[in-house]
């Protein structure tokens, strides 16, 4: 017996000297946490496999929900992707109809009537104010209520109009864009506060009223179509503010004074009324108009080469990448460990006035596949198993990293694992699909199940804002299949048979 436990104990430990030392050739930089058989009688071999990669327009795979931040602004001077012009045009209303402010007509007055908007951050340039500007929109071209969305980008199919101005041009300092307000009605912070007319307020509190304009919701959109935001080019030309419509920071409220008794003791003091965006019936668009005329990507676009050197990822409303890899047809089969495909930012030169340097990559990509058959962009078979949320998509792959490489600092790097898709593909003779890579927002994927439920009618699997993306903010230029420092590539691990 003693004999047998001897002879035992050398076997485990002669096998697991062999996993240890094949599992010494596993770059760990790439690899992340692929795991290995338990008893690897093989050594782990890797390989790399070349890619086909061009850029594609991806315009119109966006619709702007109103829980979404919303976009405010205008980049003109990204020469690598092209210009962003930004604006909103949303409705503000009262909790309940009719409406009416508390005291007979004659009594009431006018403070003020104040437009607060929830700040939630900016992309580009923050460096200089910007200048906004607000107007009514016109009665000849309302919003939509509920649906259907606005596709954000085509606001020349909508051609929504304005007329009044609400206000004066504001400028909004981004140094305290986040200070806190401390008044009698609230304590806040992160508020874009912009103050209306006074003839403004006093047709919100005085001239409006529970027969008229605040009867019904209705009646209210039409004396009053809604606020159109947009920013002023010649202030700040690189910068994206993001909106939050949804929080109590954004209001509309209104400020006055009246009386609602005769008695001679009553102080007649300052009251409020908030006005509050809905989710549900109230109308909004928010339009990011994207141009590449004139950009570096633009060329890159119309190019008829099969396989770029460089290709671009814009979020959405932009444009997402093509790829193939012509060689997976023809790889042997394998036991694979690990199926990574690696795609790598091509930094540009920052100087210390560089816009590049304030214009970020997206803090997601997505991979899928297309399905030449339905025509739609669908999962990656067997390795992207439906969004739950944020974590689904990191587990995945595609959540952005940093690293030095090529003699860069912070080089924005995205990782894919597909290690079960290869597998099948090599050891089962699964179908090989061409690949995507996109920045999703509110994108919508057909959602084939994992292997043997794969022969169930696919469903529909959203990818939404909450998981990742917010609305036109981030970008990344990649290195292509035929790039020379940066290349994207298929990097498999495995053992053979």
């Known amino acids: 017996m003693a004999s047998n436990n001897i002879v035992r104990n050398f076997l485990i430990a002669s096998f697991t000297g062999l996993l240890f030392s094949a599992c010494t050739k596993v770059s760990t930089t790439d690899l992340g946490l692929g795991l290995l058989p338990p008893l690897d009688y093989f050594n782990t071999k890797d390989t790399v496999l070349e890619m086909t990669t061009t850029t594609v327009d991806y315009p119109d795979s966006l619709r702007v929900y109103g829980s979404d931040y919303q976009l405010v602004g205008n980049i003109t001077?990204?020469?690598?992707?092209?210009?962003?012009?930004?604006?909103?045009?949303?409705?503000?209303?009262?909790?309940?109809?009719?409406?009416?402010?508390?005291?007979?007509?004659?009594?009431?007055?006018?403070?003020?009537?104040?437009?607060?908007?929830?700040?939630?951050?900016?992309?580009?340039?923050?460096?200089?104010?910007?200048?906004?500007?607000?107007?009514?929109?016109?009665?000849?071209?309302?919003?939509?209520?509920?649906?259907?969305?606005?596709?954000?980008?085509?606001?020349?199919?909508?051609?929504?109009?304005?007329?009044?101005?609400?206000?004066?041009?504001?400028?909004?300092?981004?140094?305290?864009?986040?200070?806190?307000?401390?008044?009698?009605?609230?304590?806040?912070?992160?508020?874009?506060?912009?103050?209306?007319?006074?003839?403004?307020?006093?047709?919100?509190?005085?001239?409006?009223?529970?027969?008229?304009?605040?009867?019904?919701?209705?009646?209210?959109?039409?004396?009053?179509?809604?606020?159109?935001?947009?920013?002023?080019?010649?202030?700040?030309?690189?910068?994206?503010?993001?909106?939050?419509?949804?929080?109590?920071?954004?209001?509309?409220?209104?400020?006055?004074?009246?009386?609602?008794?005769?008695?001679?003791?009553?102080?007649?003091?300052?009251?409020?009324?908030n006005f509050s965006f809905s989710l549900y019936d109230n109308g909004r668009a928010n339009f990011i108009k994207r141009n590449t005329a004139g950009s570096e990507m633009a060329k890159h676009l119309s190019s008829k080469l099969l396989s770029d050197s460089l290709v671009y990822v814009q979020t959405s409303p932009g444009t997402m990448v093509k790829m193939k890899v012509p060689g997976l047809k023809a790889f042997k089969n394998k036991i694979i460990h690990r199926a990574e495909l690696i795609a790598e930012q091509v930094p540009a030169n920052i100087g210390s006035n560089s816009l590049e340097k304030f214009l970020l990559p997206p803090q997601y990509l997505f991979l899928g596949t297309y399905d030449s058959t339905s025509q739609r962009i669908r999962n990656v078979p067997n390795d992207f198993n439906g969004t739950s949320d944020a974590s689904t998509l990191a587990r995945f792959g595609g959540k952005l990293r940093y690293k030095s490489s090529n003699g860069y600092d912070n080089v924005a790097t995205y990782n894919f694992s597909i290690s079960r898709y290869v597998q099948g593909v090599i050891s089962r003779s699964d179908s090989i699909f061409d690949f995507r890579i996109l920045a999703p927002v509110n994108d919508s994927i057909s959602y084939v199940y994992p292997h043997p439920n794969n022969v169930l009618a696919p469903t529909t699997n959203y990818i939404s804002s909450s998981f990742g993306n917010q609305p036109g903010i981030g970008r990344v230029r990649l290195g292509g299949g035929t790039h020379s420092k940066f290349k994207m590539r298929l990097h498999i691990y495995y053992s053979d048979l």
Not at 131 to 136: A, D, H, I, Q, Y
């Open 77 to 273: 001077d990204d020469a690598i992707f092209g210009s962003t012009n930004a604006s909103m045009f949303f409705q503000l209303k009262p909790s309940s109809f009719p409406f009416y402010i508390p005291g007979n007509r004659d009594s009431l007055e006018v403070d003020s009537a104040v437009l607060i908007l929830s700040y939630k951050g900016f992309y580009g340039d923050s460096t200089k104010p910007l200048v906004l500007n607000l107007r009514r929109i016109d009665a000849s071209t309302p919003l939509f209520i509920d649906s259907p969305l606005y596709a954000s980008n085509y606001p020349e199919l909508y051609n929504i109009k304005t007329d009044l101005a609400l206000a004066d041009p504001f400028t909004l300092d981004f140094t305290h864009a986040r200070d806190s307000v401390y008044n009698r009605f609230e304590a806040a912070a992160n508020q874009i506060r912009i103050p209306l007319y006074k003839t403004v307020a006093k047709t919100f509190i005085k001239n409006f009223d529970s027969t008229n304009a605040y009867r019904t919701d209705t009646t209210l959109r039409t004396y009053f179509p809604g606020f159109a935001l947009t920013a002023n080019t010649a202030s700040n030309k690189n910068v994206l503010v993001q909106i939050n419509l949804l929080d109590t920071n954004t209001k509309l409220a209104l400020y006055y004074k009246s009386t609602s008794t005769t008695s001679a003791s009553y102080q007649r003091d300052t009251s409020v009324a």
